[in-house]
T-cell receptor, first 109, second 114 residues
Framework: GNSVTQMEGPVTLSEEAFLTINCTYT??????LFWYVQYPGEGLQLLLK?????DKGSNKGFEATYRKETTSFHLEKGSVQVSDSAVYFC????????FGAGTRLTVKP | DAGVIQSPRHEVTEMGQEVTLRCKPI?????LFWYRQTMMRGLELLIY????????DSGMPEDRFSAKMPNASFSTLKIQPSEPRDSAVYFC????????????FGPGTRLLVL
């Protein structure tokens, strides 16, 4: 069945640092890939998505590229801000939706 | 629009009691999802409705869990009887149509079963 493995947290960075949160998946066929974000005290929000190989999802300075050859969908941001502090979830959907365990990011001023 | 509304926001109950979680999706959205978030298993999709009909309930853990959507603006997730291992945050989400569309999540209900 489908599964998602994402980088364990917590991750602590200084403001303006480069961020990478790794995500790899196991699935049959061609799943759609997602990153969700949960800000403190709020529900989940879709951050970005990609539906086919080599697609790049981007939003709010975050990017992730659908790499079928490495079955990965790593989340990156060139310069994080304190307001990016949140929990980030990688997810796949192949008619069988699966989420990663979440990675807590704390950005310090 | 107020977004997806969930109630209660917090629930503390004793083992064996019935728990009912409520969700009001965004008006005009045809799909509704129930998720559970635990530290052990992360976020899991429990059940997914489209046009008030359950499409996929394969994530529902066991018979103690049931979900209904009597109309387009209301859904419930019921646990009877509740057990301590049901303690989690339960999220409701809705989308315009199906899983491929952007899902908008409610704030969640934090459930603690003692």
């Amino acid at each position: 069945g489908n599964s998602v493995t994402q980088m364990e947290g917590p991750v602590t960075l200084s403001e303006e640092a480069f961020l990478t949160i790794n995500c790899t998946y196991t699935a049959t066929g061609y799943p759609s890939l997602f990153w969700y974000v949960q800000y403190p005290g709020e529900g989940l929000q879709l951050l970005l998505k990609a539906t086919k190989a080599d697609d790049k999802g981007s939003n709010k300075g975050f990017e992730a590229t659908y790499r079928k050859e490495t079955t990965s969908f790593h989340l990156e941001k060139g310069s994080v801000q304190v307001s990016d502090s949140a929990v980030y979830f990688c997810a796949i959907d192949n008619n069988d939706m699966r989420f990663g365990a979440g990675t807590r990011l704390t950005v310090k001023p | 629009d107020a977004g997806v509304i969930q109630s209660p926001r917090h629930e503390v109950t004793e083992m064996g009691q019935e728990v009912t979680l409520r969700c009001k999706p965004i008006s005009g959205h045809n799909s509704l999802f129930w998720y559970r978030q635990t530290m052990m298993r992360g976020l899991e999709l429990l059940i997914y409705f489209n046009n008030n009909v359950p499409i996929d309930d394969s994530g529902m853990p066991e018979d103690r869990f049931s979900a209904k959507m009597p109309n387009a603006s209301f859904s419930t997730l019921k646990i009877q009887p509740s057990e301590p291992r049901d303690s989690a945050v339960y999220f409701c989400a809705s989308s315009f149509s199906g899983k491929e569309e952007t899902q908008y999540f409610g704030p969640g209900t934090r459930l603690l079963v003692l």
